[in-house]
């Protein structure tokens, strides 16, 4: 039977079947081949494919001489590099390649391991490839964190970029922000000694020193701060009155702050500062007040006014004695007067006889 011809070009390679079974390999060239073969053309700067299974197909000497295989085993993948530079993922599995293709690089990770090595181009590991195998965490500047592996404190984290490979042995990092905190305790109403109900309102401010007594030793460090605080509120308050708290409210905030600051050493927070908001009594107790003080502000303006007037009274029994120890001083007096009066009048108009002029004339007049 007439024969084939067959034309494998450049960058290509043939293989060819008899009977299913693989019984040689050609290179770039023209060949007569039977029509009895099957011929399968591969282009070798991609990676070899083939349906049928490659331990029997590397079983064809021909072929194994030119191909390269890279096992690629359950717990690990492989960083494919072609010509330097990164090109893809290989998953667990068996890959051939063609020695005559283009240069290709492999480089094998353990997965069952739990940090990245290193060695591994940081930009590789931002690519969307590589970065569904990986657990990535920021560490700011102004934070730190532990590394958890199967539950287990490993270490602690400074500030930087961390990867760790997604397995089974779960790869857990908790962080906490080192910056001061602010922590406001509003509308707590607590009893004073005379049980009088009172609203308090104050703000806190904060911040963690030790990481590990923070998250590790401690479970939810920022409410067991909350409630000592609260605790402090209600020793202080009942200790007092109603009265003597507010004469007392100033020391509100340095009682606290010295309470809670012996307590928390546990945590691993620092108690830096604590305000006083407000003080909100109930309304009738706040009526009450209100009376309290619009009376003594009566009572402190009648007490003026009766200081004024004895003063007012004192200065004039004083000018009375003096006028009737001096006559020139009671006819100056008499004058003021009189200026005052005319300062008030604009017209006079007088009736009557030449004797009301004689009058006016005197008194207007000395001795």
């Known amino acids: 039977m007439r024969q084939v011809r067959l034309k494998v070009n450049a960058y290509e390679k043939a293989l060819v079947f008899k009977n299913g079974q693989l019984v040689r390999v050609l290179d770039q060239g023209k060949y007569w081949i039977s029509p009895w073969v099957r011929v399968m053309k591969y282009d070798i700067t991609e990676l070899f494919y083939h349906e049928i299974d490659l331990d029997l197909l590397l079983q064809c000497e021909d072929l194994s001489k030119r191909i390269n295989v890279v096992e690629v085993a359950d717990n690990e993948i492989a960083l494919q590099y072609k010509n330097g530079n990164f090109q893809k993922v290989l998953p667990p599995g068996q890959y051939a390649y063609w020695k005559d293709g283009l240069d290709y690089d492999y480089e094998k990770i353990a997965l069952d391991k739990v940090e990245v090595s290193e060695s591994i181009n940081r930009k590789v590991l931002a690519k969307p490839e590589v970065a569904r195998y990986l657990s990535t965490h920021y560490i700011e500047s102004y934070e ?78 920022v409410k067991q701060l909350y409630v ?13 009155s109603l009265d003597q708290l507010l004469a007392n409210k100033s020391g509100i905030a340095p009682f606290v702050l010295d309470f809670v600051s012996d307590k928390i050493a546990n945590l691993g927070v620092e108690l830096m500062d604590i305000g006083v908001r407000d003080i909100i009594l109930p309304g009738d107790i706040r009526e009450i007040m209100n009376q309290v003080l619009v009376a003594e502000k009566k009572a402190q303006a009648n007490t003026v006014l009766r200081r004024e007037e004895t003063a007012s009274t004192r200065s004039l029994l004083n000018t009375a004695k003096l006028m009737e120890d001096n006559e020139m001083l009671f006819k100056l007096k008499e004058m003021e007067y009189m200026e005052k009066i005319a300062d008030k009048i604009g017209e006079i108009t007088i009736n009557g006889g030449g004797r009301v002029i004689d009058q006016l004339g005197e008194l207007l007049s000395s001795r």
């Open 144 to 221: 730190r964190g532990l590394l958890y592996v199967e539950g287990k404190l490993v270490k602690t984290l400074d500030p930087g970029v961390y990867y760790y490979w997604k397995n089974e042995q779960n790869a857990i990092v908790s962080k906490v922000d080192l910056r001061a905190q602010q922590m406001e305790i509003s509308g707590q109403e607590l009893l004073t000694s005379d049980k009088a109900t009172v609203r308090l309102s104050l703000f806190a401010q904060y911040r963690v020193t030790d990481i590990v007594k923070a998250l590790n030793e401690n479970k939810d460090y």
């Open 228 to 240: 000592m605080i609260q605790l402090a509120l209600r020793e202080y308050l009942g200790q007092y």
